[in-house]
C-alpha cells in the first residue's frame, strides 16, 4: 500500500514585504522536487502543501534567474509529471498526476517486447493542453516541441485541428484561418505580441485588406501559435474572432541544439520533385546568460490547378422569360511554381539579475511563378439568338447550345513576390517588486508583380458552335459536357486580339512602441485577493501604398504575330475528373515570343516594368490609394485568486482605451475643361475612440475540472481595402472601352459586364460584445474541453450597389461616359455569430490516440445575409498510433459551405461561396538512432474537387482540382 506524506512548510524567515509575490533571484538545481520547492519557499516565503507517494521520486526542473515566485514554481514543475494549485497570496498546493491505468497482464504463454512511448505527436498535443490549462484566457494552441515538427505545408494547415478554427485553401494550401464563425478579417495576428504588415493580394482585382496571409510563412522555424479567444486589455486590439500570436522560439528557451532537414516534395500531378531543407540551432552560453538562436529554410512546389469556371451571370431573355445565364463558361490550366525561403535570427541575454533582453528578427520570402492557359466560350446574350437552345432550372440557365458563338484563347502569366520582414526588441527590467517591460517592433509586407501580370488574348476567327451541360455538377463535381465543334489545337483559327499589362505594387509598414507595467500585489477583497496589476500602453504607424498601372502592350515596328506565336500546351487528361465530355488540348501562347515581339509604346521597352517606372494614367490613379493609421491605447488591469463557497477560482478584469486617426488619399477621373481627362486627388481624415472592457474568471469544480467564464466588448477595423478611395471598373470593360470607346457604350462586346468595385473612407470599425463559456476537464491520458460563445457585432459592413456615370479614357482621345453598378462597403447594422466547440484528446497506452475537434456555428449578418469566412460546421479528426521508433498520423479535416472574400474571379461576383470539402493528410515518422528521424508525409489523400457558387448550388462558379502531394525527409536533430 502506498503511503503519503504531506507536509507544510510556512515561511517565517521573511519580511512582508518579501512574502508578497515580488521579484527574486533563484539559483536552484534540478534535484529531487521536496528538497526543491522546500527551498523555494523559505527562499520566498510561500506555504506549501505537498501531497505524494512516499517512495516516489520526482525530479525537478532547475529554476535561475530573476523571476515571481509562482513563474519559479511553474518553472520547475514544468514536465514534471507534478501539478499544481496557487492558493491564496501566499500559498501552493502540489500533487502527483493520476497515474495511467494498468496494462493487462500477458497470457502465460505470450512473451511480450517491452513498449516505449516515444512523444511525437502526442508531446504536441499534450503541450497544447498544459499551455490551455494554464493559460488565464480561454484559449488554444499549436504547439511544435520540436523545431519543423508541425505535419502541415503552413501554420494555418498546423491551426485546422485546433478547437473553433478553419481554413481557407487557395490552389491546394492553407492561406487563410477563420476562427469562432468569424472570417480572417476578424483575426488579431502578431509574432511574439507585436503587430505584423499584411501582404496584399497582387493576383487579380481582388484584395484581402488584413487577412494576413498565411503561407507568406514556413511553418520551419516556428514555435507553433498561441490562440486568445477571449479578451484581455493588454492585448493588441483588432481580433473579435481571436488573436493570434505566432511563435519563434527564444534564444534561452532551452539547451542548445542543431537540427538539419532535407527532403523531396513531390505534387502527384506535375510529378516534378522540389527540395526542401532547413537548418536551425540555439547556442548557449556555459553560465546560461545569454543565448542565440537562428534559422534558414527553403521549401519549393511545382502545382497544377485545373478550373472549369462560369464567368458571372447576366439576365437575359429567353422565349420571353427573364433568366440568369452564365456570361460564358472557362476552362483553365494553371500551373504555379511556389518557392518559400525564411531566415530567423534571435537572441536574448540576462544583461544584469534585473535586466533581460531579447531580439526577434524573421525575413520570409513567398514566389510563385503563375502561368494559366484559359478557353472562353461566350454566352450571355449570345442565347437569345434563334438557332441557340437552352435548358432552364429554377430560373438558371444550366444547360445551352449556340451555333454561332466566341471562343477566346487567353494566356495569363505574372511573377508575384511577397517579402515580410519583422524586427522586435524586447526588455524586461525588474525594480523592486515592479516589471516594467518596452517592446518596440517593426514590420514590413511588400507584395509586387517582378513580371507584371500579363493577358494575352486570341479570339476564333469565325462563329464557332458549342454546348455545355452542368445541369449536375455541383452534386457530381463534374461538368457533364463542354464541346465545340472548333479546332482547338488549330493555331491558325484565331487572331490575335490584345496584350494587356498590369503591374502592381503594394507596401505595408508597421512601427509599433508598447509597454507593459506589473508588479505583484496583496489586497483582500472579500472572498478574493487581488494578486496582481499591470497598466501600459501602444503608439503604433500603420500604412499601405498599393500602386497599380494598367497598359496595352504594341507590337515593336516590324513584329507580326504570327501563328507560330500559339503553340500546343494544353493536354486532354487535364480536365477528365472535372467534365465528362470536354474538347481536350488546345493551342496556347507562347510566352517568350510575346516578350520579345511587344512594349510599352513610350514608356518602356521591355514589358517586364515595375509601377513606378510608368506614368500613372487617370484610370492608374482611380485604382492606386494609400491609407494611413495612427493607433494610441492605453490599458489597465487587475488579477484576481480566491475561494467562494469552498472553489477556488482566478481571473482578471481590465479596460483598454484605444483611438485610432486613419487618412486616406486616392483619386477620381472626370473630364476637364478642354474636354481632356481631369485627376482630381481625394483625401479623408476619421479618427475613432473605443473603451473596451473585459473580464474573464475560472472556476476549479474539482481536480482536473475547470469552468470559465468571460465578457468583453472587442473591436476590427475595417479592411484596408474597404477603406481605399479607389474606383475600379471591371478590367474587361476598361479594355473594352480602352479600343472600342463610345461603340462599346452603345453596343457592348459579349463578356463586357458593366460593373465595379470601390472604398468607402468613412466606415466605422466593427464593434462586439462577447460572452463565452467553457468546461474543460482533464483526466488521465487525455482532456475534453466544451465552449460555447455568442458575438453581437455592431456596424457591421457590407456592398451596397449603386449605379454610378465614370468618366473612361480611349485609345482615340475623348473621354466617354458609362453608368456602371458600383459594389462600395457600408455600415449596415448588427450581425451576430454563436456557437459550440468541442475538443478531444485521448491518449492509450497500447500506443493508438486521438485528436478531435469540432466547431457548430449559427450566425447572420444584417439582413440574414451569411457572414464571409463562416461555415456551420467544421471538424478534425485525427487519429494517431505511437510505439516505439514509429509514429503515425492522420488528419481528416472538413467545413461545409462558407462564403469567401478570395474570389478567384477577379471580383464582380456577389456571393462567392466555397462548398463542402474534406481534405485527408497522413505522416507517418521513424527514429532511425543518433537523433534521426525519417518523415513522409502525403496531403489530399482524397483528391478533392474544390466547389464554388453564387448563392446557391444553381448558380455554379467553378470546379477546380490541384491532387495529393507527397513529401520524404531526413531529420537530425543534436
Known amino acids: 500500500m502506498v503511503a503519503a506524506l504531506s507536509f507544510l512548510t510556512v515561511g517565517g524567515w521573511t519580511s512582508s514585504a518579501e512574502a508578497q509575490e515580488g521579484m527574486r533571484d533563484f539559483d536552484i538545481p534540478a534535484q529531487d522536487a521536496r528538497r526543491a520547492l522546500v527551498q523555494l519557499c523559505v527562499s520566498a516565503g510561500c506555504e506549501l502543501a505537498f501531497v505524494a507517494p512516499a517512495d516516489e521520486l520526482r525530479l525537478s526542473r532547475p529554476v535561475r534567474g530573476r523571476m515571481s515566485w509562482r513563474a519559479a514554481v511553474r518553472q520547475m514543475l514544468e514536465g514534471t509529471g507534478l501539478r499544481h494549485r496557487f492558493i491564496g497570496a501566499r500559498g501552493v498546493r502540489i500533487w502527483t498526476e493520476a497515474p495511467a491505468p494498468p496494462e493487462p497482464a500477458p497470457l502465460p504463454a505470450a512473451e511480450l517486447e517491452s513498449i516505449t512511448v516515444v512523444g511525437r505527436w502526442s508531446e504536441q498535443i499534450e503541450e497544447s493542453l498544459r499551455r490551455k490549462q494554464a493559460a488565464d484566457v480561454i484559449s488554444d494552441s499549436a504547439s ?35 476562427v469562432r464563425g468569424l472570417g480572417p478579417l476578424f483575426q488579431s495576428v502578431t509574432l511574439n505580441g507585436a503587430p505584423v504588415a499584411f501582404n496584399e493580394n497582387i493576383r487579380n482585382s481582388t484584395q484581402s485588406g488584413r487577412q494576413f496571409r498565411f503561407r507568406a510563412l514556413s511553418a520551419d522555424l516556428l514555435a507553433g501559435a498561441q490562440l486568445t479567444k477571449s479578451a484581455t486589455p493588454d492585448l493588441i486590439e483588432g481580433g473579435i474572432g481571436s488573436n493570434i500570436d505566432i511563435e519563434t522560439i527564444g534564444g534561452l528557451d532551452g539547451d542548445p541544439f542543431v537540427s538539419v532537414r532535407g527532403g523531396v516534395a513531390v505534387e502527384a500531378r506535375t510529378r516534378r520533385p522540389e527540395t526542401d531543407i532547413s537548418v536551425a540551432g540555439r547556442l548557449v552560453s556555459g553560465d546560461g546568460d545569454w543565448g542565440l538562436v537562428g534559422g534558414m529554410s527553403q521549401e519549393g512546389r511545382s502545382v497544377l490547378y485545373d478550373r472549369f469556371q462560369v464567368g458571372r451571370y447576366t439576365a437575359v431573355r429567353i422565349d420571353g422569360e427573364d433568366v440568369m445565364a452564365p456570361n460564358d463558361v472557362r476552362t483553365t490550366v494553371e500551373h504555379e511554381d511556389r518557392l518559400r525561403r525564411s531566415v530567423f535570427l534571435g537572441g536574448e541575454w ?59 484563347n487567353n494566356t495569363e502569366f505574372s511573377e508575384q513576390a511577397h517579402l515580410n520582414v519583422v524586427a522586435s526588441g524586447v526588455a524586461t527590467v525588474t525594480v523592486g517588486e515592479w516589471t516594467l517591460k518596452p517592446r518596440i517592433s517593426l514590420s514590413r509586407a511588400r507584395s509586387r508583380l517582378d513580371t507584371p501580370l500579363e493577358r494575352i488574348s486570341f479570339r476564333a476567327t469565325t462563329p464557332p458552335a458549342y454546348g455545355f451541360d452542368v445541369r449536375d455538377a455541383a452534386s457530381d463535381r463534374q461538368a457533364a459536357l463542354l464541346e465545340t465543334d472548333l479546332d482547338l489545337t488549330d493555331a491558325s483559327a484565331f487572331a490575335f486580339k490584345r496584350l494587356g499589362v498590369r503591374a502592381i505594387e503594394s507596401v505595408d509598414d508597421d512601427l509599433t512602441a508598447l509597454v507593459d507595467v506589473r508588479r505583484p500585489v496583496d489586497v483582500p477583497l472579500g472572498v478574493m485577493d487581488l494578486v496582481d496589476v499591470r497598466f501600459g500602453g501602444q503608439i503604433s504607424d500603420r500604412s499601405r501604398d498599393y500602386q497599380r498601372r494598367d497598359r496595352e502592350a504594341s507590337l515593336r515596328t516590324g513584329a507580326e504575330v504570327t501563328s507560330a506565336f500559339l503553340v500546343a500546351r494544353v493536354h486532354d487528361g487535364v480536365f477528365n475528373e472535372l467534365i465528362r465530355r470536354h474538347s481536350g488540348r488546345w493551342a496556347a501562347a507562347d510566352f517568350d515570343l510575346f516578350q520579345d515581339a511587344f512594349l510599352i509604346l513610350g514608356e518602356s521597352d521591355t514589358l517586364s516594368v515595375d509601377p513606378d517606372a510608368l506614368v500613372p494614367t487617370g484610370a492608374d490613379l482611380q485604382n492606386s490609394y494609400a491609407v494611413g493609421e495612427r493607433v494610441g491605447a492605453v490599458y489597465g488591469r487587475a488579477d484576481f485568486e480566491g475561494q467562494a463557497a469552498g472553489t477556488p477560482f482566478f481571473g482578471n478584469l481590465g479596460l483598454r482605451l484605444v483611438t485610432t486617426r486613419t487618412e486616406v488619399n486616392g483619386a477620381f477621373l472626370n473630364a476637364g475643361q478642354n474636354g481632356g481627362a481631369a485627376i482630381r486627388p481625394v483625401s479623408h481624415a476619421g479618427s475613432d475612440t473605443a473603451l473596451l472592457p473585459s473580464l474573464n474568471i475560472a472556476l476549479d469544480v474539482d481536480e482536473g475540472r475547470r469552468l470559465r467564464l468571460a465578457a468583453s466588448r472587442t473591436m476590427t477595423r475595417p479592411s484596408l481595402a474597404d477603406l481605399r478611395l479607389a474606383t475600379v471598373p471591371a478590367s474587361s470593360l476598361v479594355s473594352n472601352i480602352y479600343e472600342r470607346g463610345q461603340a462599346e457604350i452603345d453596343a457592348p462586346s459579349p463578356g463586357s459586364i458593366f460593373t465595379g468595385v470601390g472604398g468607402n473612407p468613412d466606415l466605422s470599425p466593427y464593434m462586439s460584445t462577447n460572452l463565452d463559456a467553457s468546461f474543460e476537464w482533464s483526466f488521465p491520458q487525455g482532456a475534453l474541453s466544451v465552449a460555447i460563445f455568442h458575438k453581437a457585432i455592431d456596424d457591421f459592413i457590407g456592398l ?45 497506452s497500447s500506443g493508438f490516440g486521438l485528436w478531435a475537434s469540432g466547431t457548430f456555428t449559427d450566425g447572420d449578418g444584417p439582413g440574414g445575409r451569411s457572414l464571409a469566412g463562416v461555415s456551420r460546421l467544421a471538424y478534425s479528426i485525427n487519429p494517431f498510433f505511437e510505439r516505439g521508433p514509429l509514429a503515425v498520423g492522420l488528419s481528416w479535416s472538413w467545413r461545409s459551405a462558407f462564403r469567401s472574400e478570395a474570389d478567384m474571379q477577379g471580383g464582380g461576383v456577389s456571393d462567392f461561396t466555397v462548398g463542402a470539402a474534406g481534405y485527408l493528410d497522413v505522416q507517418a515518422s521513424f527514429e532511425i538512432g543518433s537523433g534521426g528521424v525519417l518523415v513522409i508525409a502525403a496531403s489530399n489523400l482524397t483528391d478533392t474537387t474544390d466547389l464554388a457558387y453564387e448563392h446557391d448550388t444553381r448558380r455554379l462558379l467553378q470546379l477546380g482540382r490541384v491532387g495529393p502531394s507527397v513529401t520524404a525527409s531526413l531529420r537530425w536533430a543534436l
Not at 544583461?351 to 484559359?374: C, K, Y
Not at 485609345?811 to 466547440?837: D, F, H, I, K, W
Open 144 to 178: 511544435s516541441t520540436r523545431i519543423g515538427e508541425l505535419p502541415a505545408a503552413n501554420l494555418a494547415e498546423a491551426l485546422q485541428r485546433v478547437p473553433g478554427v478553419a481554413i481557407e485553401r487557395e490552389v491546394g494550401e492553407g492561406q487563410f484561418v477563420s
Open 350 to 408: 540576462r544583461a544584469s539579475p534585473s535586466v533581460r533582453l531579447r531580439f526577434d528578427g524573421l525575413v520570409s520570402t513567398f514566389d510563385n511563378t503563375i502561368r494559366e492557359d484559359r478557353i472562353a466560350y461566350g454566352l450571355g446574350g449570345l442565347l437569345e439568338a434563334a438557332d441557340a437552345t437552352a435548358f432552364i432550372q429554377d430560373g438558371v440557365v444550366t444547360a445551352a447550345s449556340v451555333q454561332a458563338g466566341t471562343i477566346d
Open 800 to 844: 451596397v450597389e449603386a449605379p454610378e456615370v465614370l468618366v473612361f479614357e480611349t485609345r482615340a482621345g475623348p473621354l466617354v461616359r458609362a453608368e456602371v453598378l458600383m459594389s462600395r462597403p457600408a455600415n449596415l447594422g448588427r450581425a451576430t455569430s454563436r456557437g459550440l466547440e468541442i475538443g478531444l484528446h485521448r491518449r492509450l
